[in-house]
């Protein structure tokens, strides 16, 4: 059976790490002499306390974690995060539902960017860093940056790391996983790093350039402002391109090959050749139709289009330009992308590059079993086969994202959103996106429309996407709470 004595025991040692950032924010706030001071120094209390009483319900547990108990203190851990991390909200009154709190939070961490804050611009220093500080925790994974500075909490780190990781396939490069945690998020970290001062040198103000470059990296898509943040310098803009696409290439081959200087494993990588040949061919697509129907110039239509492009497929979500605007087959274009995502194994959410290329593989083998009944064709992925039973996997995974994608259409529909919208949010969400593309719920609008229900609804799906739907559905399973 699941044992909830270790479960609360990690979730309580996580909090503490949860109380440590909020204090960061605490003196963030207090730096800029503001109101929400007070908020975040409770905030952080509570926290505490949450920390303490999670941690004596799980006191004299035995540091071992069962494959059951992985995915119930993955699930938990995010629900408990987002439950605590929206108290800096409620206590400073910049959002007095906790429907919207527990949303807006949520939303943060799943790094989806979908924001019910119908004034951003109004928000003091200390809770818009949280926002861009809560999506660039979740970047890569709550319990994976536990893994890494801590790995002598979670016992059975790599039964966690299977429940909590994106992809169908887990790729280390460490044969001690806390080893590959800790490379990743150094990754991770200078990545953000650079990205900040390159904003900074760009034009951007210290404050503006630290927000962007963790929105950006974590592939998050929270803004500080209310309007399109990169219209007033084309450079910033470029620059947000090159780092979005980093942050969707696998950390892994990313390590490889910008680190360890054998860019010839990125570019032999399958995954890493499918999600560049899709930005290049979706931005043509969509450079031509400006060009021609909407009469931008060469160089606009280019930089507008990439720029859609690469935030769509890596589910950031920012945006330089109203796309709701465009022609509606720019639409299904980016849509195709929201449900495509970029690698697995980076911050970006989606169903990932690497599935639609092993799906289009086992098509491929279909036809070529019509002509030749009695060949054995394996499904191969950068030279290696893939097994049998992760092919049925892949199967059952898409199966089941197209039946949550359908129930959640059909309730928003029933709710009274058109079915354009519903198609647009449900897509958006589950992919972790946050932009809608229509004139309702654009890249540049609020989410404080949809019911009390549907915003619910919303967070559930948006931490559905984010661990992958099977991670979190199986808890509601019969086979899964039995003892055999």
């Known amino acids: 059976m699941v044992n909830f004595r270790i479960i609360s025991k990690i979730i309580g040692s996580l909090l503490f790490i949860e109380a440590f950032f909020m204090g960061c924010c605490a003196a963030m706030a207090f730096s800029f002499h503001e109101d929400d001071t007070m908020a975040f120094m409770m905030s952080t209390l509570n926290t505490f306390c949450g920390a303490f ?14 494959r059951r108990d992985a995915y119930v203190v993955v699930t938990l851990t995010w629900v408990v995060f987002s439950f605590f991390g929206m108290f800096p909200f409620l206590i400073h009154g910049s959002l007095n539902s906790i429907t919207d709190a527990y949303f807006e939070t949520m939303s943060g961490f799943t790094t989806t960017g979908a924001t019910v804050i119908d004034n951003v611009e109004s ?15 979740g970047g890569l994974g709550i319990v994976f940056f536990t893994i890494a500075i801590l790995p002598s909490l979670v016992g059975g780190s790599v039964k966690v790391f299977a429940a909590e990781a994106t992809g ?49 990296t974590a592939t998050g898509g929270f803004s500080i402002h209310n309007g399109t943040i990169f219209l007033a310098s084309p450079l910033i803009e470029y620059l947000a391109i090159l780092f979005q696409f980093l942050a969707g290439i696998n950390f ?14 990125l570019l032999r990588n399958s995954e890493f050749k499918m999600y560049v040949i899709t930005i290049l061919i979706a931005t043509a697509w969509i450079m031509y139709l400006l060009i021609t129907r909407m009469d931008y110039s060469l160089e606009t239509a280019f930089r507008s289009s990439l720029f859609q492009v690469v935030s769509f497929i890596t589910t950031t979500g920012l945006s330089n330009t109203d796309a709701g605007t465009w022609p509606h087959i720019t639409w299904a274009i980016l849509m195709v992308l929201m449900f495509m995502g970029a690698c697995a194994g980076s911050t970006t959410g989606g169903f ?48 089941l994202y197209i039946i949550a994608l359908a129930l959640v259409v059909v309730i928003m529909n029933v709710a009274g959103i058109d079915i354009t919208n519903a198609v647009t949010i449900s897509l958006s969400l589950i992919s972790n996106v946050g932009a809608g593309l229509d004139t309702n719920i654009g890249p ?10 549907l915003k619910w609804l919303c967070s559930f799906l948006m931490l559905v996407g984010r661990l992958e739907i099977v991670a979190v559905l199986v808890l509601f399973t019969r086979s899964f709470w039995k003892e055999n």
């Not at 928000?123 to 925790?137: A, D, E, K, T, V």
């Not at 092993?358 to 054995?376: C, G, S, T």
């Not at 950068?382 to 992760?390: A, D, L, M, V, Y």
């Not at 540049?444 to 229900?453: C, E, I, P, T």
């Open 444 to 453: 540049q609008m609020s989410w404080a429309d949809l019911s009390v229900g």
């Open 53 to 66: 009483i999670f941690l004596f319900f799980g006191r004299e547990a035995e540091n071992t974690l069962g």
């Open 352 to 399: 990932k590059s690497v599935r639609v290329l092993m799906l289009l593989k086992v098509l491929r083998n279909e036809f070529r079993h019509i002509i030749h009944p009695n060949a054995v064709m394996p499904v191969k992925m950068s030279g290696q086969s893939i097994p049998q039973n992760r092919l049925v996997t892949l199967l059952a995974f898409l199966t």
């Open 252 to 265: 892994t081959l990313l390590y490889m090959g910008l680190f360890k200087w054998k860019m010839g494993v």
């Open 168 to 216: 169908p396939m887990r790729s280390k490069m460490h044969p001690r996983l806390s080893t590959s945690a800790k490379w990743i998020w150094s990754i991770y970290v200078l990545l953000t790093i650079v990205c900040a001062v390159s904003f900074w040198l760009a034009g951007m103000d210290w404050f503006g350039a630290t927000n962007y470059s963790m929105s950006t």
């Open 123 to 137: 928000l003091p220093h200390g809770l818009l860093f949280w926002r861009s500080l809560m999506q660039w925790i």
